[in-house]
C-alpha cells in the first residue's frame, strides 16, 4: 500500500514536472513576442556575459506587427467576434453539406471566405511562428547590398543642377521639403565621409536614392536602363527599413529628423506598408507639435524663410498622417483645435502651382480628419443616427466644393508639367487629377456610408463608389502602357485610400442579385486594372488576391441565388413545398457575409456591426500575410555590420 501510494506521489512530481517544462517551454517560444524591443542592454545581456547585439534594434517587422492593430477600436468584440463565431459555424456546418461538396465554384467560394475568416483569428492570437524562426530569409537581406558609389553617383548627377521644374516628381512627392543641393551634399556625405551617418541622414538619403530610382525605372526608355533602376530601387528598399528599424524612438524635434521622418513616410506609402507610414507620420506630427510648429507664438522669432520652411514640413506631416488614420481607421495625431500656424507661402521651394496642389490635399486631410473622428469613432457611433446622418451630409458638401475647386482651377498647376519636364512620372496635369478625382471619390463613399440608406433605396454611397471604381479603370487605361509607371499609381492611388467602394458595391451586388450585372463588370474591370501592376509589386498583388476572393464570392452568390429561384419557381408549378437542400447554404452564406459586414439587408439588419472597422480588418489583411512563414519576405531582425564605400 505504502508503495502504491510512493509511486502515486512520484507520479503526480513527475506531472506536475512535465507541466512546468511545457509552460516554460511555451513562454520561451513566445518570448520575442512578449519581450519589450525597448529593452535596456542589461536586460538583454545573459549570464555568460554574450548579448545578441540585433536584440537593440527594433525589427521593422515587429514595427508593423505592433503598428497593425488587429482590432482598431475596442478589443475583441463586436466586428471581429462575430466574424470568428461565423468561421465556427462554417466548420461544423458547411463543409460536410451534400451540396456544397458537389457544386464546386460554391464551395471555393466558401473556401475563400472561411480562409478569410481563419485569418481573422490567427491576427488576434498572434503569428503562428515566432518571428524569430523566420530567420531563414535574412540570407535574402544580406543579398540587398548597398548600391555603389558609382552608380549613385550617376543617380545624383542626373538630378543635381536642375531647376525646380525639372526635379523627378517622385522625388518632389516624397521629399517635398528638402532642398536639392542639401540632398546630394548628404548623399555624398554618406558615401565618401568614411563616417557613419546619422540615422537621419541614413533615413532621408536611401528614400531620396529610392524615389529617383524607381521614378528612372518608370521613365527609362531601354529596358535595360528600366531593369537596373529597379533592381537599385529593391535593393535600396531593404536599407530604407534598415534605416528605419534602427531610428531612435525618443529622437529630439530637430528639422532633419522631422524632415527624415516625413520622407520615410512617403516612401512606406510607396512600399506599400501603411501601418509603417502612419508610425512615421505620427512621430514626425509628435515631433513638430514637440518643437511647437502648430503654433504660431513658438515660430514669432524665426525668419520669414525658416518660418515658412516649418510651417510646410508641418503641413506635411499633418497630411500624411490624417490619410494613413483614414486608411487604417485610426484617430489623428494632431487635432486641427491644436492648430494656428497659416498655410504654407509661396517662396523658392513651393512655387504657385506646388501649392495649389498642396492646399487641395490639406483640405482633403482635413475632411479626412473628421471623418475618422466624427463619423466612426467609437464615440461618433455612439452618437444618435440623425446626428450622424447630418454630420455625414456636412462633410460631403465641403469635399463637393473642395473638389469643385481643384477641377475648375486646374490649370494653376500645369507649370508643373512643362516639356522641360516630360520624364516626370506624373506628366501631365490632367493625370495627377485623374489620381486626385480617384482620392475624391474614395473619401466621399466613405463619408456617405455613414448615411443609411430609406427603404427599398440603395445606399447613398453607391454612386459615390461606382464612380470611384471607374475613375480606376480609366486611369489604368491611360497608364497601364507603363507597367513601372503604373504600379507607383497603384501605390500612391488605389493601394492609399479605403477599401470602402469596392465593398459598398459588393454589398450591393449581394443586396440585388437579380440586377448585378453591370456592377460585376465594373469589379472585374477594376481587377484588370490591377494585373499588371501585380508582377511588380507584393502589395498590389496581395490587393488583387484580396478581392478577386470577393468578386469570385459574388458572382458564386448570384449564381447560387439564381439557381435558388427557379428551384423554387419548379416547386410552385409541382406544387411541391419541401425545403430545397441549396436554401439552408445560402442562409449560412449570408451569415459568413454579415460577419464580414457584407450582407443582403435583410441579414445586415439582425446585427449590428462596424462597417468601417471591417474595411480596415481586411486591407489590414495585406501587410499581416507578410509573416506568413511559408512566404517569408525580408528579416529585418537581422543586422549586417556598416558597410564601407
Not at 25 to 43: A, I, K, V
Not at 322 to 339: E, V
Not at 342 to 365: G, K, T
Not at 450 to 467: F, I, K, N, Q, Y
Request: proline residues 6%.
Amino acid at each position: 500500500m505504502l508503495a502504491l501510494q510512493v509511486g502515486e506521489l512520484s507520479e503526480n512530481k513527475i506531472d506536475r514536472i512535465e507541466k512546468s517544462l511545457q509552460n516554460i517551454e511555451h513562454l520561451l517560444r513566445n518570448r520575442p513576442e512578449d519581450t519589450s524591443p525597448f529593452q535596456t542592454p542589461s536586460s538583454t545581456e545573459s549570464h555568460s556575459g554574450g548579448r545578441d547585439v540585433r536584440g537593440d534594434y527594433l525589427s521593422v517587422e515587429q514595427l508593423e506587427d505592433s503598428s497593425g492593430a488587429t482590432t482598431p477600436f475596442a478589443g475583441f468584440t463586436g466586428h471581429q467576434r462575430d466574424s470568428l463565431a461565423a468561421k465556427d459555424v462554417l466548420e461544423q456546418t458547411v463543409e460536410s453539406n451534400l451540396v456544397v461538396r458537389q457544386d464546386q465554384q460554391f464551395s471555393e467560394a466558401l473556401s475563400s471566405l472561411w480562409a478569410i475568416l481563419g485569418r481573422l483569428r490567427d491576427d488576434v492570437a498572434g503569428p503562428s511562428v515566432p518571428p524569430s524562426e523566420g530567420r531563414g530569409a535574412a540570407k535574402q537581406a544580406a543579398e540587398a547590398s548597398l548600391p555603389s558609389w558609382e552608380g549613385v553617383e550617376e543617380i545624383l548627377h542626373k538630378t543635381e543642377g536642375k531647376p525646380m521644374m525639372c526635379v523627378p516628381s517622385m522625388f518632389l512627392l516624397c521629399l517635398p521639403c528638402v532642398k536639392l543641393p542639401t540632398f546630394v551634399r548628404k548623399a555624398r556625405a554618406l558615401y565618401t565621409s568614411g563616417h557613419v551617418a546619422a540615422p537621419c541622414d541614413q533615413l532621408l538619403v536611401f528614400s531620396g536614392l529610392y524615389c529617383l530610382c524607381e521614378e528612372f525605372s518608370a521613365t527609362a526608355e531601354e529596358q535595360a536602363s528600366a531593369e537596373k533602376y529597379d533592381r537599385m530601387a529593391r535593393d535600396l528598399k531593404y536599407w530604407v527599413l534598415r534605416a528605419v528599424s534602427s531610428f531612435a524612438l525618443l529622437a529630439l524635434p530637430t528639422r532633419d529628423n522631422i524632415e527624415a521622418l516625413v520622407a520615410g513616410a512617403s516612401v512606406m506609402v510607396d512600399m506599400c506598408k501603411p501601418s509603417l507610414s502612419w508610425t512615421l507620420s505620427a512621430t514626425a506630427s509628435r515631433l513638430c507639435q514637440i518643437a511647437g510648429w502648430n503654433r504660431l507664438s513658438a515660430l514669432a522669432h524665426d525668419s520669414k524663410i525658416e518660418r515658412n520652411e516649418k510651417v510646410a514640413l508641418f503641413w506635411c506631416a499633418y497630411g500624411l498622417d490624417r490619410n494613413a488614420s483614414l486608411r487604417l481607421g485610426r484617430a489623428p495625431c494632431i487635432q486641427d483645435f491644436d492648430i494656428d500656424v497659416p498655410r504654407p507661402q509661396p517662396l523658392d521651394q513651393f512655387d504657385e502651382a506646388s501649392l495649389f496642389l498642396l492646399n487641395f490635399w490639406i483640405d482633403v486631410a482635413k475632411v479626412q480628419g473628421q471623418v475618422c473622428s466624427s463619423l466612426f469613432s467609437p464615440g461618433a457611433l455612439r452618437q444618435p443616427q440623425d446626428t450622424r446622418t447630418r454630420l455625414a451630409e456636412t462633410l460631403a458638401i465641403e469635399l463637393n466644393k473642395i473638389w469643385t475647386a481643384r477641377e475648375e482651377n486646374n490649370h494653376v498647376s500645369a507649370p508643373l508639367f512643362t516639356t522641360q519636364n516630360q520624364a516626370s512620372l506624373f506628366c501631365n496635369a490632367d493625370i495627377c487629377l485623374a489620381g486626385d478625382r480617384v482620392m475624391y471619390y474614395s473619401t466621399l463613399t466613405t463619408i456617405l456610408h455613414a448615411v443609411p440608406p430609406t427603404d427599398g433605396s440603395a445606399s447613398p454611397a453607391l454612386e459615390a463608389a461606382r464612380a470611384c471604381l471607374q475613375a480606376c479603370h480609366s486611369l489604368a487605361r491611360g497608364q497601364v502602357s507603363n507597367i513601372y509607371s503604373w504600379t507607383a499609381y497603384c501605390h500612391w492611388i488605389i493601394l492609399h485610400t479605403p477599401l470602402t467602394p469596392f465593398t459598398v458595391v459588393f454589398c450591393h451586388i449581394i443586396a440585388n442579385h437579380n440586377s448585378s450585372q453591370q456592377d460585376l463588370k465594373l469589379l472585374d474591370d477594376f481587377l484588370d486594372s490591377l494585373r499588371p501592376a501585380a508582377g511588380l509589386s507584393e502589395g498590389v498583388e496581395k490587393f488583387l488576391s484580396l478581392c478577386s476572393v470577393f468578386v469570385k464570392v459574388a458572382k458564386a452568390y448570384v449564381r447560387a441565388k439564381a439557381q435558388e429561384e427557379i428551384s423554387y419557381s419548379q416547386s410552385a408549378d409541382m406544387q411541391f413545398s419541401q425545403p430545397q437542400p441549396m436554401q439552408p447554404v445560402l442562409g449560412q452564406f449570408d451569415g459568413y457575409l454579415s460577419a464580414l459586414g457584407f450582407a443582403p439587408h435583410n441579414t445586415a439588419d439582425q446585427i449590428d456591426l462596424d462597417w468601417y472597422n471591417g474595411n480596415v480588418n481586411l486591407l489590414n489583411m495585406m501587410e499581416q500575410d507578410i509573416n506568413d512563414p511559408n512566404d517569408p519576405m525580408w528579416d529585418y531582425n537581422y543586422m549586417p555590420g556598416p558597410q564601407q564605400s
